[in-house]
């Protein structure tokens, strides 16, 4: 074995120097290995190596021969390709200079050709406009023959037809066309109009129209005499006639329009049919409200809004029972009570433009005229269901100089009432004293009569156009809010030496209220509209952080956050002071109990019956009687409040005053015990189930000292095995697990070993 490996080595070493490239020596290796036996296969390895040559050298030959015929293809279809381009080119070279030359010689006949086009162009524009007048002309001709014939329901629908042909040429710059169009759509208008008019007039006469009183009242109007349906058919047809007269109509009258400083939506011309029933009711308002008529005064603006009101009154019922059923019948979307009452607001506006620059600077008459109209608008909308999208005198007094006055004029009128409502000898009295469901919130009657002016606001200017003017009203509410709150303080400040008196709990439940109906406003609808729309100016005037944006954008915050939180900290303010008031009244009451000898007690054991320490008497019942002079002067909520900051300071103060300053012996602890819990907790129970879990650290307190000894031990030495960090028995609990066993929670592991050092009777255990 060791000469076989000696002559292997000798191999490769031999091997390694001869001129046998590596890969074959290896090649070799691998398909023989080291036994000399396996060297018969060597025969046919070299066949089977002598064919893979062949192989490869029949490979090579089919390669070598293949690609140079490729090569003279490619370089064949080379030359193919530019000899096809250079005849391309040639090709495009004589046919570029046959098109210029041809081009040349071209030119003349297209000069005279472009010539013969304009000529005939012309002529077709020449035929056109002969063939717009012809058409005009023979609708003429067709109407003056309707009118012959007194075929009148075919003359209005052949000006029907002229009037849309004025339309479309709008567009055309023919102004001689044009003018001859119009013109003769106006002769034709005019004298269709005329006739129409007249016998629709006949007809309302027939029918007693306008009505001047109810529909009950009414002589004939929904009455059914002999000839009414003669009157009714004559009715529909007429009013069907002058309704196809509208499209006319609206291109030859011009809509009276108020000055453009007055923001009215746009809005159509009334039907023209409806027009003409106006006609009397118009002029009626014209000579009653204008003028020097005796009825034509600024100090009475109800006159004209009252008589509008009457007429739309009386004359709704015919119109949705006679003409609402003409103008279905026709295909129009036209309500006619809208339409009327539209028409009959149009009256009212172009007075009220007229009469206010009169009276803007006269308090009194500005004021009464603005309570009316607003009385007015409110009727409109609701018994007559006039819709907000048109125009109205909300409109009117949106205007600059009008809107700016209104707000000058609401503020004073309402700092007047603030000013009557807090003088008043009632102002602090609730005027619901008496009845016990009523008065939960207990409030005075000044905060009730504010809320009611706000809410008096909010309803006077709800119904204005644009959120900019209805966010300028807001405004003005927060500004009342704000100086209510201020002139609430300034009362208060000079009540706080009396903060458990009667007006001081008054202002502190006004206080309460409007925070409270504040918050329910900032859930209603309206006002979140508004929060939407204050959102959208302050984005685009940047006068806002993204942070404060963020919040409105969410609803988190509302519209009344800064008053109300500007609100809720004067009533956190005014509470303090009083739990302050009622505290030092508890400690001073509380001084003898302080002194009191826990260490010299009695135990329960020598003593019959437990009572009450005869020291801890003032302090309860001090605490007593200010409970019930509060639960009787605060509001549910307040008095909640109240108690519960009282309980939370007199917990700590009993604890860290009386319990943590004195020593307790086992009649102590049992005594104080008692104090607490058949005597200090009962004077909460009124207020909830379990008035104990508001004096946590006295009731916890009372547990450790009055544990048994062999518990108290225990509890010992779980605390001073964990404050020295010894490890635990497998058995003992952890500190926090004996504490919550035995109902601490609230006491600090250190607090509860101060308390244990509090007992005075620990038996001799040898340490």
Known sequence: MASTAIEKKEVTRDLDHCDIPYYVSEFVERELGNDYDSLGKLDGLIEKLSENKKHLEEQVLTVSSEVPKRIQNALKNAEDSKKSLSQLLEEETVLSEAISSHLLKARPWMEDLDVLIGQVEEIERHLAYLKWISRIEELSDSIQQYLMTNNVPEAASTLAFMAELDIKLQESSCSHLLAFVRSTVKFWHKILKDKLTSDFEEVLMQLRWPFVGPPQSQAFGLAAPANAPEVYNNLEMLFCQLLKLQTSDELLTKPKQLPEKYPLPPSPPIVLPIQIMLNPLQKRFKYHFTGNKQTNV?????????????????????????????????????????????????????????????????????????????LFERELYSVHGYLSSFPSCMHILSEESCFQRWLTVEKKFALQKMDSMLSSEAAWISQYKD????????????????????????????????????????????????????????????????SLGFRYCAILNAVNYIATVLADWADNVFFLQLQQAELEVCAESDTVSQLQLGQLASMESSVFDDMINLLERLKHDMLTRQVDHVFREVKDAAKLYKKERWLSLPSQAEQAVMSLSSTACPML????????????????????????????????????????????????????????????????????????????????????????????????????????NEPLKPSQPSATAALNELGVYKLAQRDVEILLNLRASWPNTGK
């Not at 059923?325 to 979307?333: C, E, F, N, Q, V």
């Not at 905060?447 to 156009?465: G, H, Q, S």
């Open 298 to 374: 600024l100090n009475k603006p109800e006159w004209y809004l009252t008589q509008v009101l009457m007429w739309i009154g009386n004359h709704s019922k015919f119109l949705d029972d006679k003409i609402q059923p003409i103008l279905d019948k026709a295909g129009s979307s036209v309500n006619a009570g809208l339409e009327f009452s539209r028409a009959l607001v149009m009256l009212i506006l172009e007075k009220l433009a007229a009469d206010i620059p009169c009276l803007l600077y006269d308090d009194t008459l500005f004021c009464h005229l603005v309570d009316e109209v607003l």
């Open 435 to 498: 009845i016990t469901d009523v008065d939960e919130m207990k409030v005075p009657d000044c905060a009730e009569t504010f809320m009611t002016l706000l809410l008096v606001i909010t309803d006077r200017y709800k119904n204005l156009p644009t959120a900019s003017r209805k966010l300028q009203f807001l405004g003005l509410q927060k500004e009342l809010i704000d100086d209510f709150r201020i002139r609430l303080t300034q009362v208060m400040k000079e009540e706080t030496r009396a």
């Open 621 to 724: 019942q001090t605490l007593r009687d200010r409970l019930l002079q509060l639960e009787q002067q605060l509001c549910h909520s307040l008095f909640k409040i109240f108690w519960q900051m009282l309980a939370e300071k007199v917990d700590l103060y009993i604890y860290q005053e009386i319990i943590m300053a004195n020593h307790f012996n086992e009649g102590g602890a049992a005594q104080l015990q008692f104090d607490m819990s058949r005597n200090l907790f009962p004077l909460f129970s009124h207020y909830c189930k379990r008035p104990e879990n508001y004096f946590k650290h006295i009731k916890e307190a009372c547990i450790i000292l009055n544990l048994n000894i062999g518990s108290a031990l225990l509890l010992k030495d779980v605390l001073q095995s964990t404050s020295e």
